[in-house]
């Protein structure tokens, strides 16, 4: 699958199969997230790979669009680590920018996944922070629950003409 055919026929997969995914999905992904842009090259983020039912099911005590989690086989939270911000306030950019490597390198290898919000929503990330104990200069940003999809989307045309200005509004 080429850049544009993954960006186009990306979609937010929430249903999922239990067959297992190898650790070594979720280093590749994270290298993936990695790899994105970030202002001045700061690299503001730090992710926890999450697989313990357990804990993905305790998700939904704090988020309510968290259901998917329950059959993910997996999910890496994305955050932001204020001790790495050289240019305030452009980790959340940065973040977003990962999340979004993560995304298409999942779609791209044949696996679903889905973006979950958990910041600037004060309630769920303290229920981040409290569940995986991240630290207090570290922000969780984004939930990418992972597996192997048990639902297929076809593409979804977004484009929108009007949107587009050339040279001025």
Known sequence: MDGLETIFTRR?????TDQKIDDDVFVDLVKAAVSAPSA???QP?????????????RVLEFHPHA????????AILICGDL????????????C???TQNILLAAHA???GACWLGIYPREERVAGMK????VPDHVIPFALASLGFPDEQKGPSDRYDESLVHYEMW
């Open 12 to 16: 937010s997969i929430r249903k999922y």
């Open 40 to 42: 001045g090259n700061q």
């Open 45 to 57: 983020w730090q992710f926890i790979v999450i697989t313990d039912k357990e804990k993905l099911e």
């Open 67 to 74: 259901h998917m989690l329950l059959d993910a086989q997996g």
């Open 83 to 94: 001790s790495k911000e050289k240019h305030k306030g452009y980790w959340v950019l940065d």
């Open 96 to 98: 977003a920018a990962a």
């Open 109 to 111: 290898n044949g696996f």
């Open 130 to 133: 409290s569940l995986v104990l």
